[in-house]
């Protein structure tokens, strides 16, 4: 199937076990789901928007190519492996949903509307929490890979994490505020976890897994507060660290010439 711009797939039900190639601007899914266990590849500088309750299940492969561009707006995207080779990206424009043991690859996420993230991985990519956006993390939600979610010193990225946020290989949360009070950050054996300029309300932040402990690297202004509990690990401080109402339990800080606490 070949969408060559201005193409529209609408109000039915696609199967594709092949290949979908995006070419031009104007493509869309609306109102369709897709069941997906071959190639949907976006093209060099094309535009294609998922909208109007539109879902991609299966387990194939999304491809974004450099200077393409993928809107979701209302859209579901289950157990694909999505592969952003470009650094326009992802634009979220309305309230959609990522989830499903989908993976998410490099590239770069514009979070304009509410984005749910729900048993997935995110391996390299940068999300940009905007400030008319926010993003939902629920079940078991994994960064990996240099993958980093970051806002703005003026206006930091909301995240809300109602499961458990999985640090499993280095990741970064930039000016960002977690609220994590029934949540659980969790940062696995050797691996490094970042905050610079990032505020985290609440709930547990488990240093460790079951092969040994994490780091906590702060390398900006950040705040761990509310009732939050620090459970064991390496915590790094290279900046200011401001501890408010909570508790630090089998945790070494490491308070380095560069950073207060």
Do not use: P, W
């Not at 879902?55 to 393409?68: P, Q, Y």
């Not at 950050?185 to 505020?199: E, R």
């Amino acid at each position: 199937l070949d969408l060559q711009g201005s193409n529209f797939v609408k109000d039915g039900a696609l199967d594709n076990s092949g290949n979908v190639y995006v070419t031009g601007l104007g493509n869309a899914f609306d109102k369709e789901t897709i069941t997906n266990t071959g190639t949907i590849e976006v093209r060099s500088n094309a535009g294609f928007t998922i909208d109007q309750g539109s879902s991609i299940g299966g387990s194939g492969t999304i491809k974004i190519d450099a200077g393409a561009t993928l809107t979701l707006d209302d859209a579901t995207i289950s157990g694909n492996t999505i592969d952003d080779n470009s650094s326009t990206g992802i634009d979220v424009a309305g309230a959609s949903t990522i989830n499903g043991s989908a993976t998410l690859n490099d590239g770069t996420v514009n979070v304009d509307a509410k984005l749910t993230l729900d048993t997935m991985t995110v391996s390299g990519t940068t999300i940009n929490d905007n400030s008319g956006g926010s993003i939902e993390l629920d079940h078991t939600v994994e960064l990996t890979g240099g993958a980093t979610v970051q806002g703005s010193s003026n206006a930091l990225g909301a995240i809300t994490n109602l499961g458990t946020l999985e640090i499993s290989g280095t990741a970064e949360l930039l000016d960002d505020s977690l609220i994590n009070r029934a949540g659980i950050i969790q940062v696995d054996d050797t691996v490094t976890l970042t905050l610079d300029g990032t505020v985290i309300t609440g709930g547990a932040i488990n240093d460790y897994d079951a092969k040994g402990v994490g780091i906590i690297h702060v390398i900006g202004d950040s705040t761990i507060n509310c009732g939050a509990t620090l459970t064991k690990g390496t915590v790094n401080v290279d900046a200011k660290l401001t501890l408010d109402t909570m508790t630090v339990s089998d945790t070494t800080i490491n308070d380095n010439s560069d950073g207060s606490i």
